[in-house]
C-alpha cells in the first residue's frame, strides 16, 4: 500500500460510523495491504513489529462487517473498537487487549526548566539503542498491552531530521553504577500550531523490574516535562492503560488528569 492509498482510504473511512483511522499516520502501516475495500467496509492487514502479531486497521458502520471480514481464522490485535462492539467481537473470540486512556497536563508553568545542555549525559545516543530496547522489553507485560520498543523503533524516534508533526524528539535514560541503562521516557513535541499551545508528549515509560519503586519514572518524567518546556511547551499529555493504577497514580501526583473520553479499547484474538 502506497501513501497516496492510505490517504484515499483513510479520507473514504471517514464516510462511515467508525474507523480506526483518523489517528493512524501511514508510517504506522507502511507496508501493510489492504484486506477487503467494499462500500461497507473497509480492512487493512500487516504485521506489528512491537506486538508481534497481525495487525488491522479498518472503517465499518457495524461490527459484524469487520468480523465477516476478518474471517474465523484471522489472529491479531484490532484498535479503536467501539465499546458497544465490545460484545460482539467478544462472543468471536476476541479479548480487551488493552484500553489507553488519556491524561493531560494543562498546564507545566510549575515544572522547572531544563535546558539540553543540562542533559546532555542524560540523553540516549542512538549507539545505545538495543540496551535501550532491551530496557522497555524488560518491562513488557507489566502493563496490559505494553509489550516495549523495538531497536529499530527507536533509532526511528531519535531522527529528528524528517518533516513531522513531533519535534524535538529526544529519550531521556537513567543509568546504573555500571552505566547500564535502567530507565527511561521518551519525549517530544506537538501541537505547535495549538492555540493552547505546544504539547510535550510523554510515552515509553520504563524502569526494569529490580530499580522499580525507587522515583526513577517521576524524576525522568520531570526531567522531559523541564526539556520540553525549555523548547516551547506549555502543556503534556501521555496514555496509560486503564488497569495500571500504580502508574496512573504516579502521573496523577505529577498533575496529569484524565480526559472526557472512555478510551481506546484494543482487542485481541490469538
Avoid at 27 to 39: L, N, S, V
Amino acid at each position: 500500500m502506497t501513501e497516496a492509498d492510505f490517504l484515499r482510504i483513510k479520507d473514504m473511512t471517514t464516510g462511515f460510523s467508525y474507523n480506526s483511522l483518523e489517528h493512524t499516520d501511514y508510517e504506522d502501516i507502511a507496508g501493510y495491504e489492504i484486506k477487503k475495500k467494499t462500500g461497507s467496509i473497509i480492512l487493512i492487514s500487516g504485521f506489528h513489529r512491537e506486538a508481534d502479531c497481525m495487525h488491522y486497521h479498518w472503517g465499518a458502520n457495524e461490527a459484524k462487517q469487520v468480523l465477516d471480514a476478518l474471517g474465523k481464522d484471522s489472529r491479531g490485535m484490532i484498535e479503536f473498537i467501539p465499546g458497544e462492539w465490545v460484545k460482539d467481537f467478544e462472543n468471536e473470540g476476541f479479548v480487551i487487549r488493552d484500553v489507553w486512556k488519556d491524561y493531560f497536563m494543562d498546564s507545566i508553568t510549575d515544572i522547572p526548566t531544563i535546558k539540553a545542555s543540562e542533559l546532555e549525559e542524560e540523553f540516549l545516543k542512538e549507539y545505545e539503542s538495543k540496551g535501550a530496547s532491551d530496557a522497555t522489553i524488560a518491562c513488557k507485560g507489566q502493563s496490559r498491552g505494553f509489550t516495549g520498543q523495538t531497536e529499530e523503533w527507536i533509532k526511528e524516534w531519535l531522527d529528528n531530521s524528517a518533516e513531522e508533526d513531533v519535534v524535538n524528539k529526544v529519550a531521556l535514560v537513567e543509568r546504573n553504577e555500571a552505566k547500564e541503562i535502567i530507565g527511561l521516557v521518551f519525549t517530544g513535541i506537538y501541537g505547535l500550531e495549538s492555540m493552547k499551545g505546544p504539547i510535550a508528549w510523554i510515552r515509553e515509560v520504563s524502569v526494569i523490574p529490580e530499580y522499580q519503586n525507587r522515583g526513577i519514572a517521576r524524576s525522568l518524567i520531570r526531567k522531559a516535562l523541564g526539556y520540553c518546556k525549555s523548547n516551547g511547551a506549555t502543556r503534556a499529555f501521555l496514555t496509560a492503560d486503564e488497569c495500571n493504577i500504580y502508574a496512573i497514580h504516579l502521573y496523577e501526583s505529577i498533575g496529569f488528569r484524565p480526559g472526557p473520553d472512555k478510551g481506546q479499547i484494543d482487542m485481541v484474538r490469538e
